[in-house]
């Protein structure tokens, strides 16, 4: 399983990027997807999570509202839109894969086997 993360940059604050997830196997479809981020000094934090068996999302408080987790089963890719910016959010985002039909927690990193290599993001105040 391989997971490619893309889209981050150096934004200043209140603005937006699209961060990307191409994952490079064939039971996508069957996989709880999330992104996390791991700030300089501090432990990797749940950001997002969308559920395989219906789709349902699960956002942060830190981000709900300004950040939207998507995915599009047909192209194995996984999306988070990220709005209204700010320092705070500048980090490393991760997105990670649970084990195919996995019905455990979807907050926790123990949780995601398969994790890509990071996208970094930078917020200028």
């Known amino acids: 399983v391989q997971l490619q993360a893309s889209g981050g940059g150096l934004v200043q604050a209140g603005g937006s990027l699209r961060l990307s997830c191409a994952a490079s196997?064939?039971?996508?479809?069957?996989?709880?997807m999330g992104w996390f981020r791991q700030a300089p000094g501090k432990e990797r934090e749940f950001v997002a999570a969308?559920?395989?068996?219906?789709?349902?999302?699960f956002h942060a408080d830190s981000v709900k509202g300004r950040f939207t987790i998507s995915r599009d089963d047909s192209k194995n890719t996984l999306a988070l839109q990220t709005n209204n910016l700010g320092p705070e959010d500048t980090a490393v985002y991760y997105c990670?894969?649970?084990?195919?039909?996995?019905?455990?927690?979807?907050?926790?990193?123990?949780?995601?086997?398969?994790w890509g290599q990071g996208t970094l993001v930078t917020v200028s105040s």
């Open positions: 196997l064939r039971t996508f479809s069957s996989r709880t």
């Open positions: 990670a894969a649970t084990p195919s039909y996995y019905t455990g927690s979807w907050s926790q990193p123990r949780s995601y086997p398969y």
């Open positions: 969308i559920r395989w068996s219906d789709g349902r999302t």
